[in-house]
């Protein structure tokens, strides 16, 4: 593959993230699934991702990358740890008071046992920022972890910062709010997500697009990108057999 501009490399990347939707998601974000199954869905997303985004990242950040991309992963290290950029509190903390208000246990959540599915998209995703360039891990981390399908036209077309009465009507259509009943007094994780600007899509995308120029970089980062897609998927389908949800 001769080597791309970074738009043309990010456009690469969008396919990728383009096809990060699994058949269960409706499901698991409906009205008809139980808090019980919704318990094991958010047990194995806690320890896969969300308890240790931060410690993943801080990984990639001492493989010292550039000075632009350091101070970007340091932000965002920053308010997963802090909150000092949003609402003061760590969000691996907001996303368990969260739990709290589904009626959830915190306790249960100190010895999670992994799915198989889950256990290996976690040891991927330890293996991507223990022993791949940073450019990988970042792309694997704060491209595609945090990323969607909108993410092209997020990234295309930024929207301004949104207001505190926006975010809170974000919050009174959420799915959990929606569907379980959930209170917004519960919902700061889901506030955290949207104030924290530093952190937009554009910005995590740049990082990796101007600083990854070399050819043979540019596949690595689309292949591992690939690979990561694939065992996410097998994830999302193990979660989706422990619920029960069978696809029609």
């Not at 808090?35 to 493989?63: M, P, T, W």
Request: glycine share 6%.
């Amino acid at each position: 593959m001769r080597k791309l501009s970074p738009e043309q490399f990010r456009d690469r990347i969008f396919d990728v993230l383009r096809r990060k939707h699994h058949w269960a998601t409706p499901f698991l974000e409906g009205s008809t699934i139980t808090k019980e199954k919704l318990n094991i869905y958010f047990h194995q997303e806690y320890v896969v991702y969300v308890r240790d985004f931060s410690v993943l990242l801080a990984q990639i950040l001492g493989k010292n990358p550039p000075w632009e991309a350091r101070r970007l992963l340091a932000t965002i290290i920053y308010e997963e740890e802090t909150g000092g950029f949003s609402l003061g509190q760590p969000h691996q903390e907001l996303f368990l008071h969260m739990m709290n208000g589904l009626g959830f246990d915190r306790a249960g959540f100190r010895d999670v046992e992994l799915l198989a599915s889950s256990r290996g998209y976690r040891e991927w995703l330890n293996q991507i920022c223990q022993d791949e360039d940073w450019s990988v891990g970042a792309a694997v981390l704060s491209i595609f972890i945090k990323g969607t399908a909108n993410d092209p036209e997020e990234v295309l077309y930024p929207k301004p910062a949104q207001n505190q009465e926006e975010i809170e009507d974000i919050v009174r259509k959420h799915y959990l709010s929606q569907h379980q009943g959930l209170s917004p007094a519960f919902m700061d994780y889901i506030r955290a997500q949207h104030m924290f600007s530093a952190g937009s899509r554009k910005t995590v995308y740049d990082m990796v697009t101007h600083h990854t120029d070399e050819s043979s970089d540019q596949i690595k980062v689309l292949s591992l990108l690939e690979e990561t897609l694939n065992l996410w998927s097998r994830y999302q389908e193990g979660i989706a057999r422990a619920c029960g949800i069978r696809q029609i």
